[in-house]
């Protein structure tokens, strides 16, 4: 059974920082792309980066790209998501999730097949 587990979100002033993990079991996803997405309270989800199998594809939305980088350990089946300088409105549950097909770069969110739980990330003021 496919699990995909997030760690490290919690409660951080705005300004601080917060590594995100994501943990897969279940099978090996080192040919495929691995994102993040986030929801805020009474918003839809949305993307927040993702990176291709290899590393050769790398996207973070324009309004995180100076703040947030992606990453991954395939040895580890591991994506992490670094988040700096945040603020209030990065307040959201963040979610990892694997693409739906291998060897394929893509943001779209349908495209995406494993979901996590999600991890509580909380900036205060």
């Known amino acids: 059974q496919v699990q995909l587990a997030e760690s490290g979100g919690g409660l951080v002033q705005a300004g601080g920082s917060l590594r995100l993990s994501c943990a897969a079991s279940g099978r090996t996803f080192e040919t495929y792309t691995m994102g993040w997405f986030r929801q805020a309270p009474g918003k839809e989800r949305e993307f927040v980066a993702a990176l291709s199998w290899d590393g050769s594809d790398r996207v973070v939305t324009d309004s995180m790209k100076d703040r947030f980088t992606i990453s991954r350990d395939s040895a580890k089946n591991t994506a992490y998501l670094q988040m700096n300088n945040l603020k209030p409105e990065d307040t959201a549950v963040y979610y990892c999730?694997?693409?739906?097909?291998?060897?394929?770069?893509?943001?779209?969110?349908?495209?995406?097949?494993?979901w996590g739980q999600g991890t509580q990330v909380t900036v205060s003021s």
């Open positions: 999730a694997v693409y739906r097909y291998a060897r394929v770069f893509g943001a779209l969110e349908s495209n995406y097949e494993y």
